[in-house]
């Protein structure tokens, strides 16, 4: 079969590259034969890295490099690329590794494979009638989990990769707590503290832990904005550019806080700006699809109280926070709030908020992946009794909430500070413990 010269350059130099070693990622991808495994998650997360990873460990297990192929589809050399050409690729691949074929497992990682039309048929075809495993990823909802198992027709099986959590921080910058975390002598108390007080102000995108601090925010600010015009403007052909910004400005500078489209709605329309509602609602998921940001329900049984109260926002990592920020102040607590909120999604967790029935709040209602439930409060201070009192009252026992069949969940309350953690303890209602977010990250299993 004829091909491309451009089709066995890449191949050439993708083999050729020696595979990076990159700060590890608490990940695992569901190890299931026969099914393509989608990379998601927000642009810069570490998607790529992830994949290097994945070809990593499976060099360590016995693959040799030339059975490991890694390609990019935002390679501006592939702009336009028609779907058929993609069997060129494969072709090209094989007569570089003709000993490979049918007899030893390949492994292919696809980078932004969405951008070819008609992939999935490809991907599809490649996984019966070659010996493979396929991994694609992208930024996109093209590549969320029900795009994936719509058009890989049962095929596909997702994994989200974050930004890096409070232990792969730890991580990339090598001072990781070695063996399992428990008892903390105050030395390491201390150093933890330390480091947590750095990652609650950096946050977790990867490229960002080396970044001049001059640049950080235009950094992060670069990120929103790539999220905004490829994955929302471009690809639903928005027009209502400064309704979109508007509405985006909205959600980041409120984070850990109650929205709503009805009544953001009313706010652009007061300020002159002409916009449907039905618009609002089509980029408010659109942007959930790009991984920029996700909204928490109330905990209620009945799904018509779910649509119409207002939702929680949170942004996909902590970091963006002060770069949207309009106060001017050190938002502690709502970064705390955000740091939890994206370690239990990391973790698989099904969230919503909970409401009790005298009008108490409880900022997590967590569902986890074997029914187990636990109710979870986020607190930055807890120094005075009205505030401890509006923490502690929701996870007091006998509490009746809104939504049934919590009443008996575990109980957990988070702040800042070991000290303030010991402190408080003494007085948590029966039930309910209470730990330095720090020291849960790194204990919690992941």
């Not at 198992?149 to 989200?160: D, F, M, N, V």
């Not at 001072?175 to 030395?187: I, L, S, T």
């Not at 790009?290 to 970091?319: I, M, W």
């Not at 074997?370 to 026992?397: C, N, W, Y």
Request: glycine share 6%.
């Amino acid at each position: 079969m004829s091909t491309h010269p451009l089709f066995d350059l890449l191949i050439a130099q993708a083999l050729d590259l020696p595979l990076p070693e990159l700060t590890r990622r608490d990940l695992a991808w569901p190890q299931m034969p026969g099914k393509v495994q989608a990379i998601t998650g927000m642009r810069r997360a570490g998607k790529t890295t992830f994949l290097h990873q994945i070809m990593r460990d499976f060099q360590q297990s016995g693959v040799e490099r030339e059975g490991l192929l890694y390609l990019n589809f935002e390679d501006e050399r592939l702009l336009g690329l028609p779907v058929a050409d993609l069997t060129h690729f494969i072709e090209a691949y094989y007569r570089r590794c003709p000993e490979r074929r049918g007899k030893m497992k390949s492994v292919f990682c696809f980078d932004e494979i969405q951008l070819i039309p008609g992939w999935e048929s490809f991907v599809r075809r490649l996984l019966d009638t070659e010996k493979v495993q396929i991994f694609v990823s992208g930024s996109s909802s093209r590549m969320l989990s029900r795009e994936v198992a719509t058009s890989l027709r049962g095929r596909g099986l997702e994994t989200t990769v974050w930004p890096f959590s409070f232990r792969e921080f730890l991580r990339h910058r090598g001072v990781e707590p070695k063996g399992k975390a428990g008892f903390w002598p105050p030395a390491e108390v201390s150093r933890m503290e330390a480091a947590f007080q750095i990652y609650l102000h950096q946050g977790g995108f990867p490229e960002a832990q080396n970044a001049p601090a001059a640049l950080h925010r235009q950094l992060l600010q670069s990120y929103v904005d790539a999220c905004l015009f490829r994955d929302v403007v471009e690809r639903h052909n928005v027009t209502n550019l400064p309704a979109l910004r508007s509405l985006i400005r909205q959600l980041l500078a409120s984070p850990a806080s109650l929205f709503s489209i009805h009544k953001c709605w009313n706010d652009m329309k007061s300020q002159g700006m002409a916009v449907a509602k039905e618009s609002l609602h089509a980029w408010l998921g659109q942007l959930e699809d790009a991984f920029l940001l996700f909204t928490l329900p109330l905990c209620t049984a009945s799904e018509r109280q779910r649509q119409v109260n207002p939702r929680k926002v949170y942004p996909c990592d902590h970091g963006l926070i002060p770069v949207y920020d309009r106060t001017g102040r050190a938002n502690t607590g709502h970064s705390l709030e955000t740091v939890v909120a994206v370690e239990l999604k990391r973790r698989g967790a099904e969230l919503a908020y909970a409401l009790t029935e005298d009008g108490g709040e409880v900022d997590f209602a967590v569902t986890q992946g074997d029914g187990s439930k636990s109710l979870i409060q986020v607190a930055a201070e807890l120094r005075d009794e009205s505030t401890l009192d509006r923490e502690f009252r929701p996870l007091m026992p006998g509490t009746v909430f809104m939504a049934p069949g919590w009443g008996k969940a575990e109980r957990l309350l988070l702040t800042l500070d070991m000290s303030t953690a010991i402190q408080v303890q003494t007085s948590a209602p029966k039930g309910t413990l209470v730990r330095p977010v720090w020291a849960w990250l790194l204990e919690s299993p992941a």
